[in-house]
């Protein structure tokens, strides 16, 4: 078995998972969200200190599987640097101790093989990576040949939706209630921008639309000012100019791209509505769609795990001294994941 360590941002997990099988032995996760609600996102020092409280916790929880274990694996990058360094101190420790291989996962490729969990693995395939801190189309060929098509050159979906809420004086995080208010709304109330709609550039971009919402609250008066259905038809406006500037982009790629299995995956592709549209796209380009269970489209070890298990076939080890948080740039379009 493998047990995998996941600390990138506010939630504490950890994982074991039978390398056999795929089979997810345990899996436990500690949200933070609730300590971080009141400040309207994540403080990375407090989310620091709750992870150095949960992983233990769930680690003790983990000792009956010890003797059984042949690898521990840990998520290094990208994330906050804080909240990585507890999960990496902890898997060096689980390492040394048992004389067990450590493996070193990118984060984001943990939430591509978020589709396979307990599941064997489906490539070529295209997917949609949408979190709170990426918005992405990748190729993957391989474990080790992932390729961008298409990346944000600004604010991410997750982070837009999160920044809306915020700024019509809702709760954190954004994105689950900017959908559910969005169901009660009438999406065409706003004339919201679609994003880059007239440009040929293949790429994300929301800082435009985030600040267009903020000029509709002023018109509105400012959030105190708003009414309940203000907020239900800027909600529903907003993810309809987010759905189709997704979409727009997206029929750019699958207009080149041969591969028949597309797939969304990251926090964000827990939204039903942009979900649905997805589905309508791949119809009509003959593509086969994936998803993971909501369980697991938010961070979680469970995805570290089912990368780890590929990634220990290939002897993908690292030793305990080499291991570090790795701090990356935002990779543009045409380079490797």
């Known amino acids: 078995m493998i047990l995998s360590i996941e600390s990138s941002c506010d939630d ?4 074991i998972t039978k390398i056999e099988n795929n089979k997810l032995i345990f899996h436990k996760k500690i949200s933070q969200e609730k300590e971080h609600a009141c400040y309207g996102g994540v403080v990375p ?3 620091s200190r709750l992870h150095a409280i949960d992983l233990p916790n769930i680690l003790e929880e983990c000792k009956p599987y010890f003797s059984d274990l042949k690898a521990v694996a840990v998520t290094n990058q ?3 640097g804080v909240t990585l360094i507890e999960g990496i101190a902890m898997a060096k420790t689980v390492a040394v101790t048992l004389d067990i291989p450590l493996l070193a996962v990118h984060h984001l490729k943990g939430h591509i093989y978020s589709l396979f969990i307990e599941k064997k693995q489906i490539l070529p395939l295209l997917v949609l990576l949408i979190s709170g801190g990426h918005t992405q189309i990748i190729r993957v060929e391989s474990l080790d040949k992932m ?8 604010d991410s979906v997750g982070e837009s939706f999160d920044k809306t809420a915020k700024m019509m004086g809702l709760g954190y995080p954004g994105g689950p209630i900017i959908e559910q208010l969005a169901q009660k709304g009438d999406e065409n109330r706003f004339a919201l921008p679609i994003p880059l709609q007239n440009s040929p550039l293949i790429a994300f971009s929301l800082s435009g639309l985030k ?8 018109r509105l008066g400012g959030s105190d000012a708003m009414k309940e259905q203000d907020r239900c038809d800027l909600s529903a406006s907003f993810q309809k100019a ?3 500037h997704l979409i727009q982009k997206s029929k750019k790629i699958f207009e080149k791209e041969s591969i028949k299995d597309f797939a969304i995956v990251g926090g964000a592709s827990a939204n039903l509505y942009i979900r649905e549209a ?3 796209l791949c119809k009509k380009y003959k593509k086969r769609l994936h998803t993971a269970p909501l369980k697991y489209c938010s961070d979680n070890a469970a995805m570290i795990g089912r990368y780890a298990i590929e990634a220990y076939k290939k002897k993908l080890f690292v030793e305990p001294y080499e291991i570090d948080v790795v701090y990356t740039k935002k990779r543009q379009s045409g380079t490797e994941l």
């Open 242 to 244: 987010v759905k189709l």
């Open 278 to 280: 997805y589905e309508i």
């Open 78 to 80: 990208p994330g906050l």
């Open 211 to 218: 600040n267009a919402v903020r000029l509709t609250i002023e």
């Open 147 to 154: 390729t961008i098509l298409a990346t944000s050159i600004d």
């Open 45 to 47: 020092e407090l989310a």
């Open 12 to 15: 504490s997990s950890i994982a």
